[in-house]
């Protein structure tokens, strides 16, 4: 996954004519860390999209203006708008994640 570093970088990457994936997440987070020990088969499965990953406190913005109210959550942004939201509560298993992302690409 490639960092977002700020809002001008999140603001282009969102832009993409393609489906793209934005996991937000933050270094206290004990979920995200959880998250981050079994993402990587999903992230494999899923290759034939972009993925980004957003630390909530350094994007801010970004968090604030999607609406991402716990962490972790996945996103799924196309020509600027948010098409899918993953909330946190709904992340916490491989399974969830990998439900949503089949859903929202009707895989």
């Known amino acids: 996954m490639q960092a977002v570093k700020d809002m001008t970088q999140f603001n282009e990457i969102i832009q993409s004519s393609e489906p793209i994936i934005v996991k937000f997440e933050a270094g206290w987070c004990p979920d995200c860390k959880a998250m981050d020990m079994w993402i990587d088969p999903i992230v494999e499965k899923y290759n034939d999209?972009?993925?980004?990953?957003?630390?909530?406190?350094?994007?801010?913005?970004?968090a604030v203006n999607h609406e991402v109210m716990g962490i972790p959550s996945i996103l799924i942004f196309q020509n600027g708008e948010?098409?899918?939201?993953?909330?946190?509560?709904?992340?916490?298993?491989?399974?969830?994640?990998?439900?949503?992302?089949?859903?929202?690409?009707?895989?």
């Open 49 to 62: 999209y972009s993925w980004y990953v957003v630390d909530r406190d350094e994007v801010e913005e970004a």
């Open 82 to 107: 948010k098409l899918h939201h993953l909330h946190s509560a709904n992340a916490k298993s491989p399974e969830q994640v990998e439900s949503f992302l089949a859903e929202s690409f009707g895989k």
